[in-house]
């Protein structure tokens, strides 16, 4: 984010910084550059009604200009090519000498491959915004791209969650002294199929019932404005889902 921050600010000649600001529990780094793009039409989201009532200096800008866009997606796409190649090297390891891989190298491997799918996602999130209602820059999709982008970032979590499972097999083996044989019969694959299984039925559930829609905040499709319209109406519910797909799974993970 500074690194985009200082690109945008050389190339338009701004002189203010990056503020930190908080909204319903997300810590979300702002680019204050003065003037941004202008959204075609005119948002009811919270978030632009939070905005609306901070003074000057807490101002909160949710858009960037397209120099800026286009310099966070460069570093975003950098990250993830370099992000895919590890882990792909770790598969590679893995799965060349799996006959004789144990389970912390299984829990290594089925890491590995969850990242895989979050890098590719993170990669390919600006070409799959819809291009009929996103000011993003690059956007090239449509709403079934989104339903897409949405389905895969909600899976990507299971990335942060697999972390949680190799924190867990550590306090198994070093803690408790659960031997490896022990672990692989009667621990191992019940904790893969747990993170597998919960992420791929989240995300799949996510597109069923059309809870992926384009985020305020940053570029991106994930859980938003459900049921649709209820910005405007009232009654939106799309916060217990977004806690219960990601949010209860990864305060479990940090504990």
């Excluded at 978030?47 to 101002?59: C, G, L, P």
């Excluded at 990507?156 to 022990?182: C, D, E, I, M, P």
Aim: charged share 15%; proline share 4%; aromatic share 16%.
């Amino acid at each position: 984010s500074w690194i985009a921050y200082l690109i945008g600010a050389r190339q338009f000649g701004r002189t203010s910084y990056p503020k930190l600001t908080s909204n319903t529990g997300n810590f979300i780094f702002i680019l204050y550059t003065g003037t941004t793009k202008q959204h075609t039409t005119q948002s009811t989201s919270p978030y632009h009604e939070f905005s609306s009532n901070m003074s000057d200096d807490d101002v909160v800008i949710d858009t960037l200009r397209d120099g800026q866009e286009i310099g966070l997606y460069v570093l975003t796409m950098v990250s993830s090519t370099l992000s895919v190649a590890g882990s792909s090297s770790i598969a590679f390891k893995v799965l060349r000498n799996l006959p004789r891989a144990g389970p912390y190298d299984r829990f290594l491997l089925g890491l590995s491959m969850c990242d895989i799918v979050a890098s590719l996602t993170f990669f390919f999130t600006p070409f799959m915004l819809p291009a009929d209602t996103s000011n993003r820059a690059w956007a090239s999709g449509n709403d079934a791209t989104c339903d897409a982008l949405g389905f895969f970032t909600q899976f990507s979590y299971s990335a942060f969650v697999y972390n949680g499972v190799l924190s867990f097999y550590y306090l198994l083996t070093v803690r408790y002294g659960v031997k490896r044989q022990v672990m692989a019969k009667r621990y191992e694959p019940w904790m893969h199929f747990s993170v597998i299984f919960f992420f791929l039925a989240t995300a799949t559930m996510g597109v069923a019932i059309g809870l992926y829609n384009e985020l305020d905040l940053g570029p991106g499709c994930w859980i938003r404005d459900y049921p649709e319209g209820c910005y405007e109406t009232g009654g939106c519910t799309g916060h217990y889902f977004g806690w219960v797909f990601t949010g209860l799974p990864s305060l479990l993970t940090l504990a």
